[in-house]
């Protein structure tokens, strides 16, 4: 299990569920699911383009994405932000449609594009998908404090100077780069389960940052660990177990927390 191609499985899923849990925290304190969602499927495009032109597809992907994104950051500021983030998702993959349709391998390539090929990544893959998660989390440790204060006090934000219109551009970079690196491990569909279900799950059990933070990253690292261990236990696709667990860790979460705040209710009660 953790030799011969699985050594790969296991080091470029421990750094994608890092970016995951780090930037994927801010999208969940921010609110910026949709745009999250919508970043991977420009991504998909990206590398269904480069497929077609013989590209690199992680050019194509990063391309793609920090168009996605700075599309949405447009359009965002000129009409409502869902609106403008579901128009750049239909064009987007209206031309992933377009240039899959237009090679011959279109099916495997649908699959890995949306689903991921964790088991097939190359040692050669390694060194960039580290470089962009290094740039990933070096750029939210930067911007960590006023992310922070325009998330939950977007007023007192501006008051202080922090311009939410720059600081917006550049979180969606930063999804964009996220989503580069990850795509081509987990898949477009399913790098929205792992930034979303271990930070929703992080932030609903602790109300402090950085233990939140550090909380979203053990949880992304549980979620796909055990991706890959029962994917290489069943032969089941290692997507379906990313799903699954991710969904399962935010259910446990939120249930938890319920079972608690109940438990202090009684007590409360009873005194």
């Known amino acids: 299990m953790f030799s011969g191609f699985m050594a790969n499985a296991w080091v470029s899923g ?3 569920a890092i970016v995951a849990g780090v ?9 910026a699911a949709f745009q999250a969602h919508a970043i991977p499927n420009g991504a998909f495009a990206g590398a ?3 497929t077609l032109v013989g590209f690199d597809t992680l050019v194509g992907l990063a391309g ?3 168009v996605a994104a700075l599309g949405i950051a447009w359009l965002g500021r000129r009409a409502r932000a869902d ?20 090679t011959t391998e279109y099916g495997p390539q649908v699959f890995s594009l949306l689903f991921g090929e964790i088991l097939g990544v190359s040692t050669s893959e390694l060194l960039p998908v580290a470089l962009l998660a290094l740039a990933c989390v070096a750029v939210v ?3 960590f404090r006023p992310l922070m204060l325009s998330s939950v006090l977007g007023e007192v934000a501006e008051a202080k100077g922090v311009r939410s219109g720059p600081l917006e551009v550049a979180f969606l970079l930063v999804v964009a780069l996220a989503t580069a690196m990850t795509v081509p491990v987990v898949g477009a569909m399913l790098i929205f389960a792992l930034m979303i279900g271990p930070p929703a799950a992080a932030r609903a059990l602790s109300a402090r940052p ?8 053990v949880l992304a690292l549980v979620a796909l660990w055990g991706s890959i261990a029962s994917a290489y236990l069943t032969d089941w696709p290692v997507g379906f177990f990313v799903g699954v667990f991710g969904a399962a860790i935010y ?3 939120r249930a938890s927390v319920t079972i608690a705040r109940r438990g202090a209710a009684r007590s409360g009660a009873a005194t």
């Open 83 to 102: 609106v403008a983030t579901a128009l750049v998702l239909v064009l987007l993959l209206a031309l992933g449609g377009l240039f899959l349709s237009r």
């Open 14 to 16: 421990t750094i994608v």
């Open 210 to 217: 950085m233990v939140a933070v550090a909380l979203s990253v």
């Open 48 to 50: 269904a383009f480069a």
């Open 23 to 31: 930037v994927g925290f801010f999208v969940v304190l921010r609110g």
């Open 64 to 66: 793609f994405s920090i």
């Open 141 to 143: 440790g930067s911007l």
């Open 251 to 253: 259910g446990a979460a």
